[in-house]
Nanobody, 127 residues
Framework: QVQLVESGGGLVQAGGSLRLSCAASGRTFSNEIMGWFRQAPGKERDFVAAASPSGRNTDYADSVKGRFTISRDNAKKTVFLQMNNLKPDDTAIYYC????????????????????WGQGTQVTVSS
C-alpha cells in the first residue's frame, strides 16, 4: 500500500517562495511518475507538474512554467515542488500523486492517471 504525505505549505506574500515535499511509502516509488496537482475553492483539481520515474523528464502547467520546479529523490522516496515568485492565483490545496503502473508519460497531466494521492497541503498567497 502506498501512502503519500505532503508538507511545506503555508501563508506567504506575493513574490515569495515555498518548497513542498511529499514523502512516499511503498516499494514502487522509483518506477512511477510523480505529479503535483492543485485545487482552488470552487474549482476543479488541476495539473501543476510531473516528473518521470528517473526525474530526467519534467512537465509543467503553462501557468507555473518558469516559477515552479519539480524534483525527486528516489533514494528518499520524496518528491519536491519548489515554488518561486508566488502569486495570489497560486492559492490552493496542493496534492502530490503517484501514477498507476500502466500510466505512460503521455498521461502525465490527467488526474485519472494517478492511483495514489496525498491528503493535500494548503498554500495561501496574499497580495
Amino acid at each position: 500500500q502506498v501512502q503519500l504525505v505532503e508538507s511545506g505549505g503555508g501563508l506567504v506574500q506575493a513574490g515569495g517562495s515555498l518548497r513542498l515535499s511529499c514523502a512516499a511509502s511503498g516499494r514502487t516509488f522509483s518506477n512511477e511518475i510523480m505529479g503535483w496537482f492543485r485545487q482552488a475553492p470552487g474549482k476543479e483539481r488541476d495539473f501543476v507538474a510531473a516528473a518521470s520515474p528517473s526525474g530526467r523528464n519534467t512537465d509543467y502547467a503553462d501557468s507555473v512554467k518558469g516559477r515552479f520546479t519539480i524534483s525527486r529523490d528516489n533514494a528518499k522516496k520524496t518528491v519536491f515542488l519548489q515554488m518561486n515568485n508566488l502569486k495570489p492565483d497560486d492559492t490552493a490545496i496542493y496534492y502530490c500523486a503517484q501514477s498507476r503502473t500502466e500510466t505512460t508519460w503521455y498521461g502525465r497531466t490527467l488526474s485519472t492517471a494517478y492511483a495514489y494521492w496525498g491528503q493535500g497541503t494548503q498554500v495561501t498567497v496574499s497580495s
